[in-house]
Nanobody, 124 residues
Framework: VQLQAYGGGLVQTGDSLTLSCVVSGGIFNTYVMAWFRQAPGKEREFVAALNRSGVRKNYADSVKDRFTIFRDNVRNTAYLQMNSLKPEDTAVYYC??????????????????WGQGTEVTVSS
């Protein structure tokens, strides 16, 4: 199973950005999908997760009401729409897939497959 994340870039405070994660080599609609991020000098942290149907979602408090996770099970792609970006959102963003976990799982250890990361920089 391969995950390819893209869509990062340099934006200004208050801007929006949408990340994409294309999954290949597996059965996409059997995976819980999630996004994590890692800021310089910090540990990787949970951002959002989505159940297999795309109906149920789980967000970190720091991004709730600003970020939206969603998926397209036809295109085998998960997305992270990020609005009202702040400098503290600056990080490398990773998508992850899990065939056997709940969308409540916020631990990186629960996810089997990972993308390579896409960098988001928010300038003040």
């Amino acid at each position: 199973v391969q995950l390819q994340a893209y869509g990062g870039g340099l934006v200004q405070t208050g801007d929006s950005l949408t990340l994409s994660c294309v999954v290949s080599g597996g059965i996409f609609n059997t995976y819980v999908m999630a996004w994590f991020r890692q800021a310089p000098g910090k540990e990787r942290e949970f951002v959002a997760a989505l159940n297999r149907s795309g109906v149920r979602k789980n967000y970190a408090d720091s991004v709730k009401d600003r970020f939206t996770i969603f998926r397209d099970n036809v295109r085998n792609t998960a997305y992270l729409q990020m609005n009202s970006l702040k400098p503290e959102d600056t990080a490398v963003y990773y998508c992850a897939a899990a065939p056997t976990t709940s969308f409540y799982n916020r631990s990186s250890a629960g996810y089997s497959y990972w993308g390579q990361g896409t960098e988001v920089t928010v300038s003040s």
